[in-house]
Each structure stands twice: as structure tokens, then as C-alpha cells.
């Protein structure tokens, strides 16, 4: 299962109340997708920085008491852009991944692929995962 948290409506001891119970429910089987304060008008860094400190608390309250095996994976979502993995390393915000979305790949030069269609060339396809990869660090 996974989850989609934000602090837009939420405290965080309500978020940690909810992925307590989602994780007894899914049996472990469960994935965080963190989200900033989503404002869809807007594509601020307080979004960036709104999803990591979600995160940092997730890891802080859940992820540090749990066993390694059991932690849950946390995607970055809210505010994704090129300092979105620096930034949480900087800050030692442990993360599995970065959620993309297609809002913002249409927004941004690097990503225009104009009307080519990425999904049937492999060629395309290759070009644009390796262009995705110089800007998303890990």
C-alpha cells in the first residue's frame, strides 16, 4: 500500500498516528509518499522544505525505533526539483526515492522532449532517464 501524507490538513502526531495504523493494517507491506503543503499554483522551495521535514519526522518518530528491515520506505514528493536529494542529505534525511511528476517535467526546459514520443524509442527513452539522473542526485 502506499500512502500519500501531507501536512496540508494534518498534524504530525497525526501522521504518525496514521502510518502506525496503516502499517499494522498492510502488515508491513506499506510505502510513504511525503508530500509538501501542495499548492498547486505555486512551485516554491517552502514545498521542498515542507516534504523534507515530513520526512525527517517520519524517520525521527517511526523509522528510528523500528528494526532495518522494517522500516517503511519514504518517497520525496511535494516540491521536487534538481536540490530536493541534496538538501536531504545535507540535512541527514534518510529517503528511497523521488516521486516526479509529469506538472513538473512539462515545466522545465531540460525535460522538453517536444513531440517526440520518449515511450516508443528506447533511444528517447534512454536519453531522457540519463538527462533525469544529472539532475536528480543520489
Known sequence: LSLKISRKNLSNANIIEIIKKARKITDNNLLIEVDGINNQSENTYNQTLQTISTADIINKELNSIIPNSKKIPIILSGGTNSFTSKLAMQCGVPFNGISI?????????????????????KELLDEFLKNLGKIFIF
Open 101 to 121: 511528476t509529469s506538472n513538473y517535467l512539462n515545466q522545465n526546459k531540460e525535460f522538453e522532449i517536444g513531440n517526440k514520443d520518449i515511450f516508443n524509442s
